[in-house]
């Protein structure tokens, strides 16, 4: 299932391209790509293509692909839905390797058009070709010119290149995106839109991105996706090459999610999964579009803040507050100046805030230079990332030119640090600025937030990989729902603790059962019929002599036959009562998308009432096991409260990747597994499944 | 305690200014502001006061104020430290009634400068001026052309006013606000920034500018405040002439605080507090400076949405769903186009999204008119908020203009929708819009969020204000902390539920009290010495039978001389055992600066490890304590889950609320109330008091 990434470079960089439906008349669709493509000065060979024509916008045209005398890398389709198939077919004849199809009228339309969509998918398969769309505003790269597009915003493409890169399941809202883009002065690389994703799709995309050089960061806009371990085998491509996926994913709600899928067809999948997707692989989910740029700015930069440590430097105390709430919010450590350089700021600035934030007054309006010597203490200390507040002081050409200097050198003498410059300014010198690597925004709270996700975005690539082999002795699991016991010894099996049980089928083996695991014990009906078993009586707790345990298992059969009298009652369960500790509940869940997810929550109200629970994809190893227990309330509570000891947390890690392991294993074989409760037991004393019910895949 | 607002009139509205410490050097302090009058063309008379000088900028200077043979409503002290004192006297001796003190150097540096700056407070107040600063950048009028501030951005002071103002505590924020506002095109009314407060403080602004009929929005930016009452009436107005406060408030986290007390010294407080208050006055807490501005914005567009319904249409399906997100986010209805409707637009546009949000295609882009019909057949249907999408389509002059007057004649056919236009544009286009009544945001979700915004606040402004009157018989209570009966005896007198119960001294008169109390019963050891009753086996549950109770009584007084031979032993509480219902958490703390607070929570981990709590300040009604309730996680418990019943909310929040009129009747009395728990009983079956501490006032 890996991806193959040199097959999608004819799409990316393309060396020859035909244009099938190619036209002259602006307003066409056809005339889109041809005239980016000239007038953005593409360096490859043009072949127009449109029957009965002999010259297309000055020049050579042809009636098909066939008449090409030469190799061709992409055709981009500008046809009609009903011409779409043959076009495709001499493509493919002519050996064609990448396509571009604009043409809609297939999937989105129902069921023919799906199946039209994916036989012209399947042939482009066999015959060679990666097939972008179709439905899709199509593709661009910018460095080499290749606009093979027909959004109007390729008409105004921009001469630089950066190192960001767009990729977007939505075509009108990518060439939103890249207006925006433009508008904020953003370099682009590339410029994807995947429309129906009959073949290429948004994980393509990301891993063909992930591998190219140029590329430091990608912005995607994503609906859904239909195929999960490839979605996630891009991802982990991303991390490991440290390639930001900044991640704008809609449908989080019941109305945007019935929304997409109206507009795209049957893209599946809850948020709450995609979600933690994305935290498992290390995805920056971005809230709002602002975010999603300045994140995305922020790491094409390519500079990444080496720890939390965080300067603020201000011309003004109240914004100097107002930067230290949000970098605190955002997980940075606004630590205190060392006191020598606070006294030294002190000697020049008598007024000055020098603690950190670092608020240098109004003074400097008067003296600039009492701001360029702050500047030279502060990055002298050990801070990862400076952030400077300049007021609208910048908008005066004598101290902006003083402050890029200033802060120009600093960038070049601290290749290590992330500055970050704010207030208000010109776009001059924010290119200037950015230009010497330093980044700048007009709000100083966006910049402490972009610091805060590159630092975020830094632990997460700095985090060693799972160095676990998910081995596991495969079991044969019984079909649909496995009885309590069954359950229990198929988790034993796999190396998750359970509790000391026996099934017994008279008194006097009962109370030796109870002799042997040691009181107190609890009874509990044995019974494939019976599923609520405290409510029929079936179940007896603190059982704490031979005497109780007889006396109690004569009385759970006579209230089970009671109660029902057709049901088939195996005996009972004999089991140690372990007491002590914080109820957790642990759960597997096979998600259509992405295959067997583990879930963890907090027994009651949190999970009840709250829905405060976590999820990963099957298999993970301990670590990835305490962040996914970390992001939970939970957290919290097992850390110990109100004197109560701290929750075996690495018992509890060891378990979870166990069970993710072991679902990951019988993947086929397992609909859900639902152990409830599991008893987190003071630190060092490890975790035991009370409970469990395993439903085995119906088929 | 009434804030006079008309005292502030010639602080807002000057129609004369002295300006003590005049200059024409550019630079110095005492230059801008006269150089802002006279280019900003302020109507009134301006007066230079500078010692020796007989011309300033083309004006006649003066050496004193004194010297000045016409009424001053306004004098600028533009002095060093050392000469404001004097110069403040001699203003009040010339019976100006407004100063405006840009002067720095009394509290902010200590006792010493705390001492002197009270002391010109204290004479200004007995001689009727009211003054602004010291230590603050200023006051600015826009519409009346003052601009009685040092801060540059006057210098490009805009002509245009609008009619949002601006009230800040840190000048240089103020000052890099007001530019950000210039940046954005938005027109400003009024700007403030309020320094050491030595007499007016942000309260007074608000106060005004909820009184100024041009005013219909308040950007406030706040560090805390000292006089909680004060702040509470302004915000009180503000809300009663439904003029929104967009507050953006720093010092959220502990570092915040600090950096914000070392910068302004003193303003004590917890960001909890401040929150609880901003959610009782219905202030609209901005977490980011877009937010602000953006709600700023379409607050000030004085349009708001009649109810939640919404409609979203846009060239983008992307787009839309995105929208939609942001939409329920923001507890907006994205509620289906009607049937009849979505045909006509299907008839238009054969592949139109229909049902909302209505995505009309990239179709549009051929034909404008089919967005021109789609437009009206949407806003001819009952949605009160419409919010359009047009990519980057205005940017095209043709449909741009197109576009503009189809909207601009929605704007005009439906004054009671809010419209709000997004995608790109240009500022001539937004201009045109906005004049037409039209929001335009560049960013989809901003705008959806700033109508979520207006729908919120709109609710609050017709929420019916509290008709109660808080009167309750004062008691005399004890000082020092109660005991448990003393502490119900108290809250039962204030009609607040408690559990039926009778202090015994005799196992005999025990049985009686059981007896006549009704069956189970607790009983718990009374003794001021004993704080841990469980501890010491000083609580019996349970009891169903006189026997019972003789023994557990004997038993416990038994415990109880054993434990704690030297406590003095009241006998025992025999109470009623209430079981049944969800057990909350009920308190009053009392705060520096806004008195007492009343705290409202879930027992058990939500209290103990989220933190789950609410605050009101006292007195409040029962409307005001179901928000408070709603605001929790509690109310999730209490709505009922797995089956349990829902909890009696009407008796909970009248509780809240007695208990409100309780803690501010007896403010002076009560230094906290800790009420835990208060068993809520399912619907109809009230609530119940099991267990207090109150602890009085220490003097």
Redesign the interface.
Known sequence: MSIDVETLRPLFAPRSIAIVGASATP?KIGAAPLSFLQKGEFAGAIYPVSSGKTEIAGLKAFSSVLEIDAPIDMAIFAVPASQAPIALSECLKKGVRAGVMFT?GFA??GEEGARIQARMAEDARRGGMRLLGPNCLGIANYRERVFASFS??FARASGTTGHMALV?????????AA??AQ?LGVALNYWMTTGNEADVDLADGLAFLAEDPQTRVILT?M?GCRNGPKLCEALERCRQNRKPVVM?K???????A???S???ASLAGSDNIYGAIFRQYDVYRAE???EWFDVGRAAANGRYPASAKTALVT????????M??E???RGLD?APLDEASQAAIKKLVP?A?T?N?I?VT?QV??DIGLFEKTIETVTACDYASIVA?H??LA??PVPGQKLLSAWSEVCARHPDKVVAIT??STRELDDAHASNGCLTF?????AVRAIGALHRLREAFDRPRPAFSPEMARQTLPRGTLSEVESLDALAAAGIPTVPHRVVTSAEEAARAARDLGYPVVLKIVSPDILHKSDIGGVALSLTSEDEVRDAFDRIMAKARAAAPNARLDGCLVATMIRGGVEVILGVQSDPTFGPMVMFG?G???V???HDVSFRAAPFDESEARRMIAET?AA??LKG??GAPAGDLEALARTLSRLAVFASRHADQIKSIDINPVLVRPAGQGVVALDAVLIGASD
Do not use: C, M, W
Request: charged share 20%; no cysteine; hydrophobic share 40%.
């Open positions: 307003g809609s989105e339309l109007p915003v977007s399941q939505s075509g009108a809202f990518g060439g939103y207006t925006a508008d806009y609906e704008l809609v449908g989080r709600t019941e109305v945007g019935e929304a997409a109206s507009h795209t709002t579009i602002d011309v003004s105390g109240g914004v100097g507050v107002f230290a709430d970098a605190v919010d606004v007024f805030g603690r934030p608020d109004g309006v008067a507040f007021g609208a908008r005066n207030g208000a007009q709000d100083p709270g966006r907090l009651g109200v949190l009840e009432v709250l309330k919290l509570v409260t109100r």
